[in-house]
């Protein structure tokens, strides 16, 4: 005996294809000036030949997955998410080769919080974190309107009491 559950529909914002492109770019940045430091390193103090052919072939494959996390995944990510709230579940379905959808029942939440960084700040979004016993689940990149809205109703839903509304979080 199975139950119809309709698939969620709610997307996330299209800014967050740019937010995380910010957030790669400076990760893999970061990364490559540290392996190019390092080069330089080993031309200065003569070490091993193997340890700068290593680095070379480590900045290249680096140089590969940075075009990759930079300009494909984030597309594909911000075109795959979806995400639905109703009075007895949250769902999330994200992927396309290994597609996942969570169903999260409200008798389970215990807590829900939004987060907001610099970069989402910049571009009006919050991250939406919806905690149970057993783990925590999170919904990325939606609008400070959605987000806030989704929070009041999630809580709602699950029958959440307001302790701690100044740190972003309400929890049981």
Not at 23 to 28: D, L, M, Q, Y
Not at 65 to 88: G, H
Not at 146 to 172: H, N, R
Request: with cysteine.
């Amino acid at each position: 005996m199975y139950i119809h559950i309709d698939e969620p529909t709610e997307t996330i914002s299209k800014n967050a294809a740019k937010v995380w492109r910010i957030s790669n770019t400076i990760g893999h940045t970061i990364v490559l000036i540290i392996i190019g430091v390092l080069l330089l390193c080993t031309d200065k103090f003569d070490w091993y030949n193997w340890i700068g052919i290593t680095l070379y072939v480590l900045g290249g494959l680096f140089i590969v997955s940075a075009v990759f996390s930079i300009f494909i995944e984030p597309v594909y990510l911000q075109k795959t998410w979806r995400y639905q709230v109703d009075k007895e579940f949250v769902q999330l379905k994200f992927g396309r080769w290994e597609q996942q959808h969570i169903l999260i029942p409200m008798e389970k939440v215990e807590y829900v919080r939004t987060e907001q960084g610099p970069l989402l700040r910049r571009y009006g979004l919050y991250d939406l974190e919806v905690g149970t016993t057993a783990s925590s689940h999170k919904i990325p990149a939606i609008p400070e309107d959605v987000a806030k809205t989704l929070k009041a109703q999630i809580a709602t839903f699950a029958k959440i009491t307001d302790k701690d509304s100044e740190e972003g979080e309400i929890g049981a």
